[in-house]
């Protein structure tokens, strides 16, 4: 069974700097994509960042340059460092899983983690 929890968030003033984690578990596929996406209060869920089994990165660009998303498939965790956060980087931020293919789209994974929640007051 695959499981994805994350972890990291919190509340922080604009300008500064938070790390994501989020540890998989469950799954041993060769092919994936791995994803950060974020959800802010009455608005839609959106992609932030994703990077694939090859290491392929993409991200949104909001926030292109100021985030970076990273694995380490030795330990089976997804990171995402957030610097010169922004009071519109307020959040709800979720990890997800694609499997057996590397689409990246929000629509296309396949699992989700339960959220980790950043603030970032002005």
């Known amino acids: 069974q695959v499981q994805l929890m994350e972890s990291g968030g919190g509340s922080v003033q604009a300008g500064g700097s938070l790390r994501l984690s989020c540890v998989a578990s469950g799954y041993t596929y060769s092919t994936y994509c791995m994803g950060w996406f974020r959800q802010a209060p009455g608005q839609e869920r959106e992609g932030v960042a994703t990077?694939?089994?090859?290491?392929?990165?993409m991200y949104a660009d909001s926030v292109n340059g100021r985030f970076t998303i990273s694995q380490d498939s030795a330990k089976n965790t997804l990171y995402l460092q957030m610097n010169s956060l922004q009071v519109e980087d307020t959040a709800m931020y979720y990890c997800?899983?694609?499997?057996?293919?590397?689409?990246?789209?929000?629509?296309?994974?396949?699992?989700w983690g339960k959220g980790t929640l950043v603030t970032i007051s002005s």
């Open positions: 990077i694939t089994s090859d290491a392929t990165t």
């Open positions: 997800a899983l694609e499997v057996q293919n590397a689409f990246c789209s929000l629509r296309g994974m396949d699992y």
